[in-house]
């Protein structure tokens, strides 16, 4: 599956053991760039990436879902373009894992209210991240600078809560209905 082009790559393995890679290209011709899924530990690989994936892609990170191995999200940085350069896809996996059932890009719900603290910003895909509620499928965080939550696997925009990052500070808020403050040092304690 990987050849001498790909720059980065993310390994992400599902409760049931399912394995999923998100291989980059580097823009110089990579041979096969893309999302794919093993039921055999890493032995075989089946490319499941759809056609809404994007053709070029610097970086992409994976999640599945704890609670449904069948669900999985993978958040990509194209390295420029519209809405930040970022896609966001969400794939729905048969039983076996081998074959996707759907997919849909969810792209342009991920939020860009512009300036500092109102887009993702993944700083060129040097900090990416995709994680999804161990009890709910639906419950998703992307970020990068900023953090953003959605109660609906960004289904529907714009997110619910957002990190705003205090320079200077060691703090981050995180805004929604209520407003809390986290500490570089301890995230588990909140000021």
Same mark, same amino acid.
């Given at each position: 599956?990987? +050849?001498?082009?790909?720059?980065?790559?993310? @390994?992400?393995?599902?409760?049931?053991?399912?394995?999923?890679?998100?291989?980059?290209?580097? +823009?110089?011709?990579?041979?096969?760039?893309?999302?794919? @899924?093993?039921?055999?530990?890493?032995?075989?690989?089946?490319?499941? /990436?759809?056609?809404?994936?994007?053709?070029?892609?610097?970086?992409?990170?994976?999640?599945?879902?704890?609670? *449904? &191995?069948?669900?999985? #999200?993978?958040?990509?940085?194209?390295?420029?373009?519209?809405?930040?350069?970022?896609?966001?896809?969400?794939?729905?996996?048969?039983?076996?894992?081998?074959?996707?059932?759907? /997919?849909?890009?969810?792209? &342009?719900?991920?939020? *860009?209210?512009?300036?500092?603290?109102?887009?993702?910003?993944?700083?060129?895909? #040097?900090?990416?991240?995709?994680?999804?509620?161990?009890?709910?499928?639906? #419950? @998703?965080?992307?970020?990068?600078?900023?953090?953003?939550?959605?109660?609906?696997?960004?289904?529907?925009? &714009?997110?619910?809560?957002?990190?705003?990052?205090?320079?200077?500070?060691?703090?981050?808020?995180?805004?929604?209905? /209520?407003?809390?403050?986290?500490?570089?040092?301890?995230?588990? /304690?909140?000021?």
């Amino acid at each position: 599956m990987l +050849g001498d082009g790909e720059r980065f790559f993310d @390994v992400n393995v599902a409760p049931d053991g399912r394995l999923v890679a998100v291989v980059s290209e580097d +823009g110089n011709g990579s041979e096969d760039p893309g999302v794919y @899924v093993s039921t055999d530990d890493g032995a075989s690989w089946t490319n499941i /990436t759809p056609n809404t994936f994007p053709s070029t892609h610097q970086r992409s990170v994976a999640s599945f879902a704890p609670s *449904d &191995p069948s669900m999985l #999200y993978v958040f990509s940085y194209k390295g420029g373009g519209s809405n930040q350069g970022i896609s966001f896809h969400k794939f729905t996996l048969n039983e076996a894992g081998t074959d996707t059932l759907s /997919t849909e890009d969810r792209s &342009p719900n991920i939020p *860009d209210f512009g300036g500092s603290v109102g887009d993702v910003n993944v700083q060129g895909g #040097y900090n990416m991240v995709v994680n999804v509620k161990p009890d709910d499928p639906d #419950y @998703v965080f992307v970020g990068g600078i900023n953090l953003f939550r959605s109660e609906n696997g960004f289904a529907t925009g &714009p997110p619910i809560m957002q990190t705003v990052p205090k320079p200077n500070t060691g703090s981050a808020d995180i805004l929604g209905p /209520t407003t809390f403050r986290f500490m570089k040092i301890n995230i588990r /304690t909140s000021m």
